[in-house]
């Protein structure tokens, strides 16, 4: 059997347009700035990495949608890759791709490769909103997008408006509240002082979006922090209104030699995994953990011959609170663990662009092991609704394991099983509440609750609540999960109503 080749990450970059900005770059724009800028970073010029890069990979985008965003990419940095990829949706693809292309070139199917990202809310809201001329591309439907590319909720959980995510984790938060035997005030404030970590972390990162560190006080529900989804506050919800971009350029030890590029750049990806969750949340035995996350540490720390208590420091996949804890629970780190569990700041405060978020943990961590060779780094990046799961681990040369591509179908195939049937559309009778969440409106007003639960059948349903302002405000304050309320299939309507 051949020896594989043994990857390295050469160059990384990262770029914010803030607020204040005269610039108003496009994703593409924003790419080839921070494409720029990671070849930069490996001490190489243009053309010398422009001979060894044959693949270019970017990130699936929200904001603005092109035929062929990968060549568009590699044109305006002067690239001529013979492989253009533009993935899916979700936030797990940046460490996927890693993990992929780490088996890819250690296989010697790929010599170098550049991964990038961008998201561009904010600027394309100040021109919509100040009437400024749009000069960006026109938007076309992309060509292909590469991976997973089912959507991430079932048709029952879209009729209860469930497909957006600041609906969607308030469940899973619920859900992990009551399993913990926190009281609903004792758990707001467990949130609040988890999330004023991430904000002091962010508050010393020039990268980040919001560079405010906000103390627990503030996090917490009040008159200018008002609900979304409860229990989450605004400033609990990961911020997609921003501008920012990202590139990894990925290679070989070998083909690094022979550019030139110091070993003193050279960072390894030292193990990496990629599992899903039971598919639609709905059918999930619990909701309140992440077994993916748990396979797909297990292997990657296996691959790299470590073990958790060697982790030095973490990036945890943060669009909601409940995303750190269940990678928490997953990973068995105690609640006051004092190793860091952000690189960046996280998506609520460093910023959340789109499906690229994980690509700036990367850079992030990267940094900090060049600073410091000893320091090991574990990183998670979830895509849909704690449905797809990544894992990497980085670090210095890699003391065991390989990149060879490993057959996991059968922890997949042990998660899978586990799936429930299908929610019952047409509920009745008795129904104990498992998770709950309630929207506010602008003015922070509950306006409707809905719960996921169990039947006496056993089965699953879900149902909005019936109820008045008065008792969805009780809600908040008193825990719901594990009482029963009746439930009964509205006609009408179109949904399951159930009463307490």
């Known amino acids: 059997m051949a020896s594989l080749e043994i990857p390295i990450l050469v160059g990384v970059s990262q770029h914010t347009q803030f607020k204040e900005s005269s610039d108003l770059f496009d994703p593409i724009g924003l790419m080839i700035k921070v494409g720029e800028k990671a070849v930069e970073d490996t001490g190489v010029s243009l053309s010398g990495m422009a001979a060894a890069i ?30 253009f990829v533009y993935t899916a949706i979700g936030g797990n693809t940046p460490q996927l791709l890693v993990n992929h292309y780490a088996r890819s070139i250690a296989a010697g199917e790929c010599r170098a490769v550049l991964m990038t990202g961008a998201e561009a809310f904010y600027a394309l809201r100040r021109m919509r909103k100040n009437g400024l001329e749009n000069h960006w591309p026109q938007m076309a439907p992309p060509e292909k997008m590469s991976g997973d590319n089912r959507e991430g909720t079932h048709t029952l959980e879209n009729q209860y408006d469930l497909f957006l995510p600041s609906y969607m984790y308030p469940l899973f938060e619920t859900a992990l509240r009551a399993s913990s035997g926190r009281s609903v005030e004792n758990h707001e404030r467990f949130m609040a002082n988890l999330y004023e970590k991430f904000s002091r972390t962010a508050a010393g990162n020039p990268y980040a979006w919001s560079r405010e560190p906000l ?17 989450y506050t605004m400033r609990m919800n990961a911020n997609i209104d921003v501008d920012q971009s990202s590139a990894v350029i990925m290679t070989s030890e070998k083909v690094a030699a022979s550019l030139g590029i110091e070993k003193s750049r050279w960072v390894y990806p030292l193990g990496g995994a990629d599992f899903n969750n039971v598919w639609y949340v709905s059918s999930r035995p619990r909701l309140d953990d992440s077994p993916a996350i748990a396979e797909a540490a297990k292997c990657a720390l296996t691959q790299a011959g470590l073990s958790i208590n060697d982790i030095n420091i973490f990036d945890l996949y943060s669009c909601f609170p409940s995303a750190v804890q269940m990678a928490m629970n997953a990973l068995g780190l105690p609640e006051n663990d004092p190793r860091p569990l952000t690189a960046t700041g996280g998506l609520a405060f460093f910023g959340g662009p789109g499906n690229n978020y994980t690509m700036h943990a990367i850079a992030a961590v990267v940094e900090q092991i060049r600073q410091n060779r000893d320091t090991k780094a574990l990183v998670t990046a979830n895509g849909w609704y704690n449905t797809k799961q990544s894992v990497g681990v980085y670090g210095d040369k890699p003391e065991t394991g390989t990149w060879r591509t490993a057959d996991n179908s059968q922890i997949q195939k042990n998660i899978d099983d586990q799936a429930l049937p299908e929610p019952q559309e047409k509920a009745s009778g008795v129904m104990k509440v498992e998770a709950y969440v309630i929207r506010h409106d602008r003015d922070d007003n509950p306006h409707l609750g809905t719960v996921i639960g169990r039947l006496q059948n056993g089965r699953r349903a879900l149902a909005h609540i019936r109820a008045d302002v008065g008792d969805l405000l009780d809600m908040e304050k008193n825990e719901l999960v594990g009482t029963s309320g009746t439930v009964a299939y509205n006609d009408r309507a179109g949904y399951n109503l159930v009463e307490f």
């Open 215 to 231: 103390t627990a006080e503030q996090l917490l529900h009040h008159e200018t922090n008002r609900y979304i989804g409860y229990p």
């Open 54 to 83: 044959d693949t270019v990979c970017v990130v699936n985008i929200f904001c603005w949608s092109y035929h062929q965003a990968p060549q568009r990419v590699a044109h305006g940095l002067g690239l001529s890759p013979a492989n």
